[in-house]
Every structure is written in C-alpha cells, then in structure tokens.
C-alpha cells in the first residue's frame, strides 16, 4: 500500500498474488526496549515474505507517570535497523490522531496490534473503530474488513492494576486471532475472550554486534544481569543469595525501577558484598552488549515470574550459560545441567546452591562449551506462516453446533477444515503454470539452481524465501501437488515436518491447502506425534533445511508408508554426501533408499537411473574424483500405491 486508506491499493512490491497488505501497530524505534525491536524486525520479516507492510507507530508513547524510564534510545542509534515505510502518526495526548490512522487502515487485509500494557488499550479500540473492525462476529459476508491479529507480549502486565483485566479482555474479545508467547499466556488470553488463540516460540530480534572474544580469565566468577530492574524480575533475591557465596561478582547493567531498583542498591550495599557487586543504572545501548557478555561468565535471569525473554536467546549468541528461574519459556531454552541451570522460582536455597554449583571449578566453562547458537532465521519464518495463516479466517464458527464423537482421522481432517480459508486458494496454479523443468524427483548441484528457483517461486506469485536451496526443494514439491496430487478442492491433509526454515507450508496455504506444521527433530517422525491410523494423511513432506538425514531416513520411509492413503505423497530432501555417514547419504546408497521405499509400496515419482544419477556422478566428477566427496541435495517424491 502506498498510503494506507488513499485510493485503491498499491500493487504488491514482490508482485505476488498470494501477498497481505498488512498494517502494523506497535511502538518502533526511537522508543527502546525488546518489544520495539521484536515490533521493527516483524515488519522487516512480512516484507521480506513479500508482503505489502506499513508500520503505524508513535510520536508520543506513554505518559511519564505510566514509565518512570527512558522511553527514548539514548543517543539516538537504533537497537534493530528502522523499517523504512513507518508512519509515526500516533500520540498519546492525541486521541484524534488514533481515529485519523485508523480511517486509513480500512483497505488493508490484516491489522496486526502488538499488545504490551492496557493503559494503550483504549488507543488501539479507538484506532480499530475507526478502521472498521468489528471483531469476528461482526464481520460481513464479502469479508473486506481487515482482520485483526493482536501479538501480546504480556496478556496482562506483571503487576497488574484494577481494570487491567476489563480493558484487555475488550480488546482480545474483537480479535480474530491472539498470537502468545507461552502456554500460560495462552490459558490467559482464553480466560479473557479470545476466540482463537496460537502459541508461537517469541523469535530471535537480539541487539548488539557479533560476538567478542572472551580474554582469558583466572579470578570469580563472573555473572550479568542485563536490563530493567523490576520486581518481578527477581534481581534483588539474586544479590541476597551472592551474600552467602563468596568469590563470585555481578554485575546489574539496567534501568533501576521504583522499589525494586532501591531495593537492589540497598542490597549491593551491605558490606558482605563489598567490591562484588556493581550496579551500573540506565538504558544499555545495543552497541555495549557484547563488550559485556564478553567480561562475564553467566547471565542470570532469576525471574519470580515470565512469559517469554530474549536474553536465553542473547546469552547463547554470545557463548555464555544461563542460571534462569523454571518460569515461562526458560525450561524450553535452557537445558539444564548441560547449557545452563535451572532453579525454582523465589526458592533463595536453590538459588543459593544452584550459584554454589556454578562457582565451583570448571562447571561454568564446561556448561558455556554446551552452549548452541540460537537459530537466528527458522523461528522468523515460523513466526511469518503463523501470521500468514491466521490472517485467514477458519472455515467454520466457534458458534458451530457440536459434532458427534469422530475418530483420529475424521477429527484431523476436520480440523484442517476449520483451517481453510472462506475465500478458497490465493494462487490457481495448475500444470500449465508451472516450468517444465520442475520435476518431481531432481539433484541440486550447483548454486544457480537454487536461485533459479527461488526466482521462479517470485514470478508464480508465491510468497518470498530467503532460502534459495529451501525454494528449490519446496518449489519441486508444490509441483508435485500440483501435478500428481491433483487435489483441486485443496481438501487433501498435508502434514509438513520440514521446520521454520522451509516455505513449503506457505506456499501450499497459497494455494489454498491448510498444512499441519510440526517442529520435529531426530527419529521423531509426523505419525507418532499425531497419533494417526493407517492410510489416513494425502502428503507427508519433509524438506531442506529439516530433511530426511541418513540416520532418519529409513524411519522415516517406514513410518510414512503406512500413514500414507493410496495415491498419497512422501516429499522429502536426503542431502547426499561421502564425508558424514550421519548426515548424507553416499551416493552409492541411494539405490538402497529407493529399494526400501518400494519393498514398503512407495512408488518413485521421476526417473533416478536416468538424468538425475547421470548429474550425480557429474557432481562426484567435479569434486575430483571417486575419492573425493560429493555433496547435493537429493529432492524424492513418492506416491503410495
């Protein structure tokens, strides 16, 4: 859109078909904080997707009184890059600047409302009146009022006040869709009204450069505690255990609020902590974060309560452990006892031995060699599907009448049903419309390939990949849908096991499929999580960068042969490769693979003796020769007899 609301809709700037014209509303840059850089990256990632996006933010946030911090980045450099189409029309003093922005978000096809405190409520009810938002049961037969979609960081905040409940409940009750962070959010949010509620991991937005190298160090250990001091937060029982553990320092690196931040300098003060505890107040610029991970040995996040935070996240793209409280997403980001530990909330026994445990020798430098990069892509793009998917609205009412009792198959596919968009697919492709060079079962071999795919996936009208070789294996496989499927009324149930990394599902709710996503690791394979009968699924995919490794593939072969109706799909990517017999499959085996498929009545869709095995040793021949390894990636489509 080039202004929202100013005549008829600018065409997409990817060209896609399958693009939203989505509007944003939520605080950016210069207001600091992690839901202003989640906010700004959100926007970054649709675009990228392909989508038109506008982010609609505020000139004027929050009165003094309601934040006693900063609300402005001091200096002025942005935590996250800027998004370039943001338009800073909203005040706090201004409630005609609320109705003024929302007249022009009425031809958008989603408004996309970050939620962090009530006291904006009021703000975002207005500016949705104005847009036409009437939430779902107001909505007219031709569906052209933008959907609603509301991201809330805090359902309510952490330290609630009288009315807070009321006034987020009026606002979750309009929603089409509530997008949360963690379980418990979740059963608030359905406390509160919302009709249709989806848990997504929050995805990495982390300030700060790469990281620094870490100096040799023989003294204390060394923890940090990063970002506003508040009472829920737990910092002040963090500097009550350190009396009782000597040799050990902190450093307390964030704005210091009310009682909580006089709590913590009354603390640090006493002189059983003297020289161990340092407590620098004020806003940490993104551009000092590394040089601190680098001086200190452990993060500490002694939370009384959560709901989801960057600095696991943070931490770990910096190398260092996490001593972290059981509450809200922690138990998922730190594996405790191997990268990090864990400890009861407000439990100062268990903190106190837990920081005895990570003082002792080696223990903090053998859990920091555990520590794994966070994946800083997959969960953007799993984010993304799960905006994209709830910006269609399902195909029947929460109003419905009660079915009867249905088994394991029938309640799938009616739940992919109630999945289906109203106004049927976004793309009609059919053969025709796609390359003939688009095959079924193909080798990737070079590079150029990949990004011939991915352009292609452009010119069809699909959404965006950032991953050229991701856009090869689902570009080959939504063909496959296409061609050999042939599912016109897109009623099939497609079950996708590929991860956040692959288009795959996207594309395939382009055409008007619903996909079930499942994040899947190791042996685990769709069937045994879904708990379904025989011959009951029409698609079983899983493709790079999640694919079929040789350590899975064989169960995974086995377990889709079953699942799999007559005339229905195993697509899956095998990376092929001498040098890892964990991860690829020698070339030599794959004959191998395609026996065992057919003895298991897998049909392969496509020629492998021919052309595809003839590129293969091509590729081996280019790497010098027999001896040396040959790596591709292996695109398989099989059809169930």
Known sequence: MSEPGEGDAAASPSGSDASLRVAIVGP??????????????????????????????????????????????????????????????????????????????????????????PVVVPAHLALLRAAGVGGSGSRGPGGAVPRLVVVAHNVLPHEPGPGDRRLVSSLLRRADAVVVHSDEQARLAAELGAHRVREVDLPPHLPGGPREERPPHEGPLRLLSLGIVRDYKGIDLLVDALRDVPDVTLTVAGELWGDAGRRVRELAADPRLAGRVEVHGGYVPSERIAGLMARHDAVVLPYRSATASQNVLLARAHGLPVLASAVGTFPRQVRDGVDGLLVPPADRPALVEALRRLAAPGVAAALAAEVRPPDLSGPWAHYVGAIEALAAPPAFDDAEPARPPMGRVARLRSTVAGLRARRGPVLELTPMDLPEQLRATDLLTVDA????????????????????????????????????????????????????????????????????????????????????????????????????????????????????????????????????????????DVRGVLARADDLGLTLVGDVDGDVLDRMREARASFGGSDSPAYAVLRLTFRRR
């Open 28 to 117: 950016t840059h210069p207001f600091k904080g992690g839901v202003a850089s989640h906010t700004t990256t959100l926007a970054h990632e649709l675009a990228d997707a392909g989508h038109d996006v506008t982010l609609v933010s505020w000139s004027h946030l929050y009165p003094a009184l309601l934040y006693p911090g900063e609300q402005a980045v001091p200096g002025g450099a942005p935590d996250v890059p800027p998004f370039p189409r943001t338009l800073r029309v909203l005040s706090w003093a201004r409630p005609d600047t609320w109705v003024r922005a929302g007249r022009r978000l009425r031809d958008v096809d989603v408004i996309v409302v970050v939620h962090v405190v």
């Open 449 to 588: 390939e990949a990004v011939e795919a991915a352009e292609a996936a452009r010119l069809l009208g699909l959404p965006r990949a950032k991953d050229p070789v991701a856009a090869w294996a689902a570009l080959g496989a939504l063909a496959a849908l296409v061609r050999v499927l042939d599912d016109r009324g897109r009623t099939g149930v497609v079950v996708d096991e590929s991860g956040g990394g692959s288009p795959f599902s996207r594309w395939a709710r382009a055409l008007g499929f619903a996909p079930v996503e499942l994040e899947l690791t190791g042996r685990r394979a769709a069937i045994e999580v879904l708990d379904v009968d025989t011959a009951s699924l029409d698609v079983v995919a899983r493709l790079h960068p999640g694919g079929c490794t040789a350590s899975d593939v064989d169960h995974v072969v086995g377990q889709a042969s079953w699942a799999l109706r007559s005339g229905g799909l195993l697509l899956l990517t095998v990376p092929i490769g001498d040098d890892d017999p964990d991860f690829a499959v020698r070339p030599a």
